[in-house]
């Protein structure tokens, strides 16, 4: 609010700013009262009970790249985690094939006296400690931590003055010298290789920070400081946008043969490649060039685009704009440039097609393997995994099955983790719900519905919890509109839901919802809510329209809660808290 202006300092230095926080803060204290206290005030025992629950010294689910697995650990007392690696060949214990490498599972004890020194696999190594690379420095975020096609090497981005401005580094991994670091370059947070170890891609930002031209980086032979190899002028301009409304991003195929340039603005996106197998006389060529309210996405395989778009065919008469899909569409063609002309439907084994774009089911992006794509997505209001079957023969793109992926609970959060390998025949999903804390699951493409067969890898340990005590429920309330129902969430402890059951007394109810751009609130797993819980609290999330928990259409006018029908998102939230005292008549 205008009136409000004056707070304004971005310095911070304004001393009538400061001395107002001052008086703030003074007054939260006279407040608060003993509730402050130290030790025994309310806020001390919550926070000691929310640090209660985190394992500080742990590690992230390994995964096998080439010959080596890769994975981050964190140990208590350092503010970063340190990245690490360990061989592939002569890893010991019980481990599960995937062709050639295998799916270790640790026998790493976070109970152990020597918890913090003990690897986590057998020879393992550091390649990157960020806790090292904070030293001297007020601030330090990495952004990309990208190893290099031959092992050799890791480059990472790296922003010390908490600015969002990045400076680029790679290191030698086995000798730990820094052998590329272009004094003043100033980049975005994404790195990404090129074919081999020679070549680097990233972004340089305009004024306004927004990323806007993609580089190539030869590197040289000599180590940082050698003037060749510090030469940022000397590398070059791939591509740049010029329109402040499109910000661009880079990544690469999951095959590795392409760098996708993708530029986009809220309602319009556009996609080139560069083909990484045609070495440094490859030229950039576009996908499919930017049309008016079309976004896309774009995969590869086996010759292929695989595309993700609201591309519906149909233009908005007199405008010459897209009318979009309520979600997004699955189709693909042959991989060539200028390809929108020749865009298909991606259809099953029933000639069926896979995703048309409609309400029902709501696609948000696809990852291809040699034999598989893993597509994720919506339906019902929760996250759910397809797994795309194609034929067993090289280069084969006959689709032989789509399976949608079933949980034995009703309601989760479920989502592709760490896996590397194209030619892939099993994957890792991440896995939680209201009551799960975080599962790294194995799952055969092949039989992706064998839940026997599923593997976990790895459970988050929660110190302390015990999921017997606690249950959930999914629900839905009518709105006022008479034909939306909003779908809630309920999470709480068994014995005080079955004394609510009993005798119908009146619950402590948090009611918790957010719906905005599109951003789903999903019903994962949350250890910063169990001081409420063990209270005797009820917490409720209402998934009010706004968000993207039901598709594009929960966010999109006309029926969702954007621009005009924002309102829809208040209304939801004041229904949901309706419904709970009047109807369930759990709080008041």
């Known amino acids: 609010p205008k009136q409000l202006c004056w707070m304004r300092s971005d310095d911070r230095s304004s001393q009538e700013v400061l001395d107002h926080l001052k008086a703030e803060n003074d007054y939260t204290t006279a407040i608060m009262g003993n509730l402050l206290d130290a030790d025994v005030g309310l806020r001390d025992v919550l926070y000691k009970e929310l640090v209660g629950r985190l394992q500080e010294t742990d590690y992230t689910t390994p995964s096998p790249d080439g010959q080596w697995y890769y994975y981050r650990r964190t140990f208590e007392g350092k503010s970063y985690p340190v990245h690490v690696r360990a061989p592939v060949v002569g890893g010991e214990g019980p481990q599960h094939q995937h062709q050639q490498h295998q799916y270790p599972i640790s026998t790493w004890d976070a109970a152990s006296p020597d918890a913090a020194t003990a690897p986590i696999l057998p020879n393992e190594e550091v390649y990157l400690d960020e806790n090292a690379l904070a030293e001297g420095h007020d601030y330090c975020a990495t952004g990309s931590v990208a190893e290099s096609p031959s092992h050799d090497l890791v480059a990472y981005a790296v922003d010390f003055s908490g600015d969002e401005t990045y400076e680029l580094y790679v290191k030698d991994i086995v000798s730990e010298e820094v052998v590329d670091h272009p004094e003043g370059l100033e980049i975005d947070s994404t790195v990404r290789w090129g074919a081999d170890d020679s070549t680097l891609y990233y972004l340089k930002m305009d004024d306004q920070h927004r990323p806007y031209q993609v580089y190539r980086r030869t590197l040289s032979t000599g180590t940082a400081g050698d003037d060749a190899n510090d030469a940022a002028a000397n590398d070059e301009l791939l591509f740049e946008e010029p329109d402040d409304l499109f910000w661009v991003g880079i990544s690469k195929s999951a095959d590795k043969k392409y760098l996708f340039i993708e530029t986009s603005s809220s309602e319009t996106s556009e996609v080139h490649y560069l083909d990484l197998t045609k070495g440094p006389d490859a030229s950039l060529e576009c996908i499919a060039k930017r049309r008016k309210k079309v976004l896309y996405d774009v995969e590869h395989r086996e010759g292929q685009w695989l595309i993700t778009t609201n591309w519906s065919g149909e233009l908005v008469v007199g405008e010459g704009a897209n009318t979009p899909t309520s979600n997004m569409r699955l189709m693909r063609c042959r991989a060539t440039p200028d390809s929108e002309g020749r865009w298909r ?18 696609l948000d ?19 759910r995994v397809w797994i795309v079957r194609f034929g067993e023969e090289e280069c084969n793109l006959d689709i ?42 194995l799952v055969d493409m092949d039989e992706p519905n064998n839940l026997e067969g599923r593997v976990v890898l790895k459970k988050k340990n929660v110190p302390g919890y015990d999921r017997e005590q606690y249950a959930c429920d999914r629900t839905t309330v009518l709105s006022r509109d008479g034909e939306t129902m909003i779908p809630v969430s309920l999470v709480y402890r068994k014995d005080v ?37 063990d209270r005797g609290m009820v917490y409720v999330i209402a998934h009010v329209r706004g968000g993207g928990e039901m598709g594009r259409q929960w966010y999109e006018e006309p029926k969702g809660a954007k621009y005009l029908c924002k309102t829809n998102t208040f209304n939801d939230f004041i229904d949901v808290a309706r419904w709970l005292a009047n109807d369930k008549k759990l709080t008041i």
């Open 345 to 362: 439907p991606m259809r099953d084994n029933m000639d069926d097609i896979m995703f048309d774009g409609g309400a029902d089911r709501a």
């Open 365 to 383: 992006h696809v990852n291809p393997f040699w034999r598989h794509a893993v597509v994720i997505g919506r339906e019902g209001g929760i996250p």
């Open 400 to 441: 032989i099955d789509l399976t949608r992926l079933d949980f034995p609970e009703t309601s989760y959060d479920v989502g592709i983790g760490p896996n590397y390998e194209y030619r892939a025949t099993k994957i890792i999903l991440s896995y939680d719900s209201l009551v799960t804390p975080l599962e790294s699951v």
């Open 497 to 533: 839901m079955e004394e609510y059951t009993a005798n119908g007394k009146l619950l402590p109810t948090h009611l918790y919802g957010y719906g905005s751009y599109g951003s789903n609130v999903e019903d994962d797993f949350d250890s910063t809510r169990l001081p409420l819980l």
